[in-house]
């Protein structure tokens, strides 16, 4: 499949997803970035409550005048806001602040604080989805037995996984279970934090006369991820999304994969193995 820019994947429950995102992570004022991804062509923002910036993206989805149903926004709540009451106030207070009217996905941050108090927080965004306030669910930094919770309370299966994806840190059997499953890979970090100094990187970024962000994102697109660089340089943002008019071919992605670590190669916090 030739991919652009403009390109979506379907999801589990219906619609689509745009296949690259810009985060927003440690980017306080992130409202000229937000438009400024906008008017390059993205059209997926990736915020969360734990970022403190959900207001801004609303701003800068304002500023840039596309119409609100052409963008796909996220967000997600943190463990510190889990329970089913808690979680509810916090989906409406993530909403007000987005000032937008609903989110396109909503997901649990992370599988801390266990199994009761994150089920209780699903069945929350459930209800919120039915309310109208998100359309579509997920989670972020699940491993497959997190999501068997979710199967055997009788709820709905998440549409997406948001987990840390990048050469050094495939989280192959949760990527795997999440294919069988229909449930569609986010990627973050796909940067390695910036973490670009390798020689396959530079080799290929030479290569294909890209910088090594184009390559890992390449990479990553695929893979069938959806890659959420993160980004407050103007520059950066565009430069991020120049990554389809060259293809990796089989010997470029057999060298990008070879470098996988595991867990070990994780470069944020990566709580997986919650138990």
Known sequence: MVLSLQSDIH????????VIGLGVYLNDECAVACQ?????????????????????????????????????????????????????????ESVDQLGLGYYDLYLIHSPVTG?????????????????????????????????DEIIDAGLEL????????????????????CRAKGITVQAYSPLVTG???????RHLAKKHDKDE??????????????????????????????VFNFELDNDDMDALDALDQGGKGAVTWNPVEEP
């Open 11 to 18: 999801l589990l429950s219906g619609g689509t997803i745009p």
């Open 36 to 92: 400024v991804a906008l008017e390059e062509g993205y059209r997926m923002i990736d915020s969360a409550r734990y970022y403190r910036n959900e207001a801004q993206v609303g701003a800068g989805v304002r500023r840039s005048g596309i119409p609100r149903e052409q963008i796909f926004i996220t967000s997600k709540i943190y463990h510190v806001d889990f329970g089913f009451a808690r979680a509810r106030e916090c989906i409406q």
């Open 115 to 147: 199994k009761e108090k994150r089920i209780a927080t699903y069945r929350a965004l459930v209800e919120a989805k039915k309310d109208g306030l998100v359309k579509k669910i997920g989670v972020s930094n699940y491993s497959g037995k997190h999501i």
């Open 158 to 177: 998440p549409d997406v996984n948001q987990i840390e994806l990048h050469p050094f840190c495939q989280q192959k059997p949760i990527v795997e279970y």
């Open 195 to 201: 973490r670009m100094d390798h020689d396959v990187f």
């Open 213 to 242: 962000a184009q390559i890992l994102i390449r990479w990553s697109l695929q893979k069938g991820y959806i890659p959420l660089p993160k980004s407050s340089r103007s520059a950066r943002i565009r430069s991020n999304a120049q």
